[in-house]
C-alpha cells in the first residue's frame, strides 16, 4: 500500500495497492487517507498498515494517524493513535505488534510508539533517537530497529538501534553508515538491513550499505550499488521486513 504524497503543489491522500501475485497496481479510493498530506511515515504489521504524520499544503505538520485494513481495502483515522506532536520528515519501523515513529521536526529526536491492538500511541523517551535529526530512514527485524543516516544539520553517518523489548534506543557507531547520507531507503530481513542512495544533494549517492544485525556493524557492498539515476527521495521494501518469524506471513515495510 503507497499512499499519500504530492506532485507540483498538489498534495494527495490516493493510496495504491499492489498485489503481489499478480505484480499489478491499482488504485484502491476507499482506502485513501483523511487527509491530503507528503512527508508522512508508515508502518504496519501483516494485517493493518499505520500511516502517521506529515505536511499538508499548507506546510503545516500534523499528528494525524490513519488505519489501513488489508481485508477490506478501507483506511478511517484513529484518533487514539495520532501521534503527541505533530511532525513531518519522520520514519517508521516496527513489529508485529508495535510500530515507532522517529525522527522528524518536532523535535526531532522524538519516538513515538503505536500499540496495534489498542491503536494508541504513547511517547517513549527511552527510545529517543541519540540526536536530533530529519529525513532519516529505518529498518529492522521482529526484535530491534535500526535508523539511519538523516540532517540534523549536516548529514550524518549515525546509526541508532531501537530494542523493542525495553523501548530503549542507543547509538551504535559501529554500525554507522559508511556514507553519510539523507532522503535514502532502506529495507533487510531477519538478519542484515541495507541502506542504499540519498543525498547529499545536489549529487545524488548510488551506494548501498549493509547493517549486520548479530554484529551491529556496517559495511559498503559495492557488488548492491543501485543502477537507476534517481537516487534520493526513494523508498524500499523486501519480503522478509522485519524479521517475520515465518517468512510467507506478509509483513509490509511502508518507509
Do not use: C, W
Amino acid at each position: 500500500y503507497f499512499g499519500g504524497g504530492s506532485y507540483g503543489s498538489t498534495y494527495t491522500g490516493t493510496m495504491d495497492k499492489k498485489t503481489y501475485s499478480t505484480d499489478v497496481t491499482a488504485a484502491v479510493p476507499t482506502a485513501n487517507l483523511s487527509l491530503n498530506r507528503n512527508n508522512l511515515a508508515a508502518t504496519g504489521n501483516s494485517t493493518h498498515g499505520y500511516f502517521g504524520g506529515g505536511r499538508t499544503s499548507s506546510s503545516t505538520a500534523v499528528s494525524t494517524m490513519d488505519k489501513v485494513s488489508y481485508s477490506s481495502d478501507t483506511t478511517a483515522e484513529v484518533p487514539g493513535a495520532s501521534l503527541v506532536l505533530a511532525r513531518r520528515q519522520l520514519t517508521a519501523i516496527g513489529n508485529q505488534t508495535h510500530g515507532y515513529f522517529g525522527g522528524g521536526t518536532g523535535p526531532e529526536s522524538q519516538m513515538e510508539k503505536v500499540t496495534y491492538s489498542t491503536d494508541t500511541t504513547v511517547q517513549v523517551p527511552g527510545a529517543n533517537l541519540s540526536s536530533p535529526r530529519i529525513l532519516l530512514s529505518a529498518t529492522g527485524n521482529s526484535t530491534h530497529g535500526y535508523f539511519s543516516g538523516g540532517f540534523e544539520p549536516g548529514i550524518v553517518t549515525k546509526m541508532d538501534k531501537v530494542t523493542y523489548s525495553t523501548d530503549t534506543t542507543a547509538a551504535v557507531p559501529g554500525a554507522n553508515l559508511v556514507a553519510a547520507r539523507y532522503i535514502h531507503a532502506s529495507t533487510g530481513n531477519t538478519t542484515h538491513g541495507y541502506h542504499g542512495g540519498g543525498g547529499p544533494s545536489p549529487a545524488p549517492i548510488y551506494t548501498v550499505d549493509k547493517t549486520t544485525y548479530s554484529t551491529d556493524t556496517t559495511v559498503a557492498l559495492p557488488s548492491a550499488q543501485l543502477i537507476v539515476l534517481a537516487y534520493s527521495y526513494r523508498a524500499a521494501t523486501g519480503s522478509r521486513d522485519y524479521g517475520p518469524t515465518n517468512i510467507f506471513a506478509p509483513s509490509p515495510n511502508l518507509i
